[in-house]
């Protein structure tokens, strides 16, 4: 009992012939982690794997059943996926435009986090059903501005939680001890705007990515406007980052927001939506600088039919989109040679921050 988000647990059972099967979420992982199986060669180790015991019960064997090959899942293969027209995409592209309206910005709190984080909590007016849309928005303490900025839209884990404290926000630190701040919006469905706060359900309806898609467009739109107002931003600077489902199904913003200039993608693949929000249709018309950061073994999104599909997908010239892949599966995070290649990534095209030089008195 109580063994889930421990350690990944090795099971018994082979997959896809030379793969063991791991499950059961670790500490450092996402919430929604805990069901998902993972698989990976025998051989593979890792600070947050591990191993379940078991003792039959006297009198009786082991069941058959727990030793069984499982069935390798047969994934879409994105790479025969066709984009709609151009004729299409601008019908599509017309859904998401909105009247730029009073943003009525409201600072809720100031505090420092750490030596190399001061986090900023604002809140605006958002342009439907009378919302305010609380933004994080983490300032480097070893630079001096205006700033490079991230605008960081997390993961699925947002779905489950109510505050950026129980989600964490290491990756802010990340890049501010870098020098570029970082911004977290909280974006329709996530955080204190989580579905279940305001519906009882966990995730929208099928029906309602649509909607929600479009909302989150417009959160993203209102977010830029309110940094263009800030005197301690590089508005021509901006990046977006999305983590795992996020980089998947909110690449679609990518195709509708001109003012993001580079894009982080962590653990993202090709998600399939109805064709209005189907990031597949707005892959070819994204041209911005773009770097894929993946797991070799993630089963969410595999490499051939996936990640290679959605590298290929993007508008982007080939000298200016990068797809790196790590020994781990979905959960990169808890592999940190992806930074050095998304600092390196962001330094090329924005180039490196202004960090303070520190002045040591070296007189005795």
């Keep these: 009992y109580d063994m889930a988000g421990n350690v990944k647990e090795w099971c018994w059972n ?93 600072i809720e709190s100031t505090e420092e986090l750490s030596r190399s984080t001061l986090l900023e909590t604002v809140s605006i007016d958002a342009d439907y059903e009378d919302e305010r849309i609380p933004i994080h928005i983490f300032l480097p303490r070893n630079s001096d501005p205006p700033y490079q900025t991230i605008i960081y839209f997390l993961g699925d884990g947002a779905h489950f939680v109510d505050s950026i404290f129980e989600y964490g926000y290491e990756y802010a630190e990340i890049f501010n001890k870098d020098g570029r701040a970082v911004v977290i919006p909280h974006f329709k469905g996530h955080l204190e705007r989580r579905y279940e706060r305001l519906t009882g359900e966990s995730e929208p309806p099928p029906t309602g990515w649509n909607e929600i898609t479009f909302m989150r467009a417009r959160d993203l739109a209102r977010t830029i406007d309110f940094l263009e107002t800030r005197q301690d931003i590089i508005s021509e600077k901006l990046a977006f980052m999305g983590l795992s489902g996020s980089a998947a199904h909110a690449v679609t913003l990518l195709g509708v927001e001109s003012r993001l200039k580079a894009a982080i993608l962590l653990s993202g693949g090709v998600w399939p939506l109805p064709s209005e929000v189907n990031p597949i249709n707005f892959m070819p018309r994204i041209k911005i600088p773009i770097i894929m950061l993946n797991g070799l073994y993630d089963v969410s999104f ?63």
């Design 14 to 106: 082979t997959i896809d012939e030379d793969k063991k099967v791991i499950r059961g979420g670790a500490w450092n992982e996402s919430q929604y982690m805990f069901g998902n199986i993972d698989m990976f060669p025998p051989t593979m180790r890792a600070e947050n794997f591990g191993f379940r015991c078991i003792m039959p019960l006297p009198g009786e064997e082991i069941p058959a059943v727990s030793k069984v090959q499982l069935p390798a899942r047969q994934p879409t293969d994105f790479r025969k996926v066709k984009p709609c027209s151009d004729e299409e995409f601008e019908i599509y592209k017309g859904l998401y435009t909105y009247d730029k309206t009073e943003l009525n910005p409201y």
């Design 302 to 364: 595999p490499k051939e039919t996936n990640q290679d599909a959605m590298y290929s997908l993007f508008g982007t010239p080939d000298e200016h989109k990068y797809h790196e892949t790590y020994e781990t599966g979905h959960s990169l995070w808890d592999k940190r040679e992806w930074v050095k290649d998304a600092l390196a990534f962001l330094d090329k095209y924005f180039g490196p921050p202004n960090r303070r030089v520190e002045r040591r008195d070296t007189q005795k």
